[in-house]
C-alpha cells in the first residue's frame, strides 16, 4: 500500500503562482510514475502533470508553459509549480502514484485532494 498527503493548496489572485507538495510513504519501489489531476466542480477529473521516476515528464497542453512537475526520489515528494495561474485552474487537485507495471492513465493510489482557487 501507498499512502499520498498533498498539502499546498490555497486561494491565489489571477497571474499568481502555487506550489503543491505530495508525498507518498508506504512500500514504493524504485522505479514509478507520479503525477497530478484535477477536477473543477461539474467536470471529470482529467490529467495535468507527470514525472517518472527517471524524470521524464509530460504535461496536459492547457498547463504547458505554466506549470512545471519535478520530484525529489529521496523524499518520494512530486511538486507542481504553477504559475500565471488563471481562474480556469481552479479545481480540486489530487496526487496520484503509479508504481512499476501499472500507468498513470489509471493510478492505483490517489492522495486526498487539495483544493487550489484562482480569483479574477
Known amino acids: 500500500q501507498v499512502q499520498l498527503e498533498e498539502s499546498g493548496g490555497g486561494l491565489v489572485q489571477a497571474g499568481g503562482s502555487l506550489r503543491l507538495s505530495c508525498a507518498a510513504s508506504?512500500?514504493?519501489?524504485?522505479?514509478?510514475?507520479m503525477g497530478w489531476y484535477r477536477q473543477a466542480p461539474g467536470r471529470q477529473r482529467e490529467f495535468v502533470a507527470g514525472?517518472?521516476?527517471?524524470?521524464?515528464?509530460n504535461y496536459a497542453d492547457s498547463v504547458k508553459g505554466r506549470f512545471t512537475i519535478s520530484r525529489d526520489n529521496t523524499k518520494n515528494t512530486v511538486y507542481l509549480q504553477m504559475n500565471s495561474l488563471k481562474p480556469e485552474d481552479t479545481a480540486v487537485y489530487y496526487c496520484a502514484f503509479a508504481p512499476i507495471g501499472t500507468r498513470l492513465s489509471a493510478p492505483p493510489y490517489w492522495g486526498q485532494g487539495t483544493q487550489v482557487t484562482v480569483s479574477s
Open positions: 514525472v517518472t521516476s527517471g524524470g521524464t515528464t
Open positions: 508506504g512500500r514504493i519501489l524504485r522505479s514509478n510514475t
